[in-house]
């Protein structure tokens, strides 16, 4: 496995990036391009998942790093609660809510199992090295 010395490189953030694109493409559509409140909350959230995992990676501190991994997760569950309210409006299809969800849950699942990681892992990150 290549090292990480970046947010980039990890899997989670690229992850999460894709989610954002793909929340953007679908509230560019349609009747969701004009429901302005939860086109711009639902983009939000999603680029917050990926906006914590980069500035906690940054933090240098493990600690530090799986709060904001915790806020991440947040923000993605957010996001998929707010798929909910985008799909009972008619602002997208159930193939796209279902598609768009399951990449959500799943990335739910893969922060909590890196938090998990980092916090049996004993490493406390340069901060504290």
């Known amino acids: 496995m290549p090292a990480i010395s970046t947010f980039e490189d990890l899997g989670i953030w690229q992850k999460a990036r ?3 694109k793909r929340v953007w493409t679908l509230t560019g559509k349609g009747t969701f391009a004009r429901d302005y ?3 711009d909350q ?7 998942c990926m ?3 980069a500035e906690g990676f940054e933090r240098d501190g493990n600690r ?3 709060q904001f991994l915790s806020i991440s997760k947040g923000s993605i569950g957010e996001t998929r609660s707010q798929l ?3 799909l009972d409006r008619g602002h997208i299809t159930q193939a796209e809510f279902d598609t768009l969800f399951y990449m959500c849950k799943d990335q739910g699942r893969d922060i909590g199992n890196f ?3 980092l ?4 490493m406390k990150g340069n901060k504290f090295a």
Do not use: P, T, V
């Not at 639902?42 to 917050?48: A, L, W």
């Not at 916090?119 to 004993?122: E, F, I, T």
């Open 51 to 53: 906006d914590n995992i």
């Open 37 to 39: 409140g939860l086109k």
């Open 64 to 66: 530090e790093f799986n």
């Open 115 to 117: 938090m998990r990681y």
């Open 18 to 20: 894709e989610i954002c």
């Open 119 to 122: 916090r049996r892992s004993g």
């Open 84 to 86: 909910y309210r985008a």
């Open 42 to 48: 639902i983009n939000r959230s999603s680029g917050s």
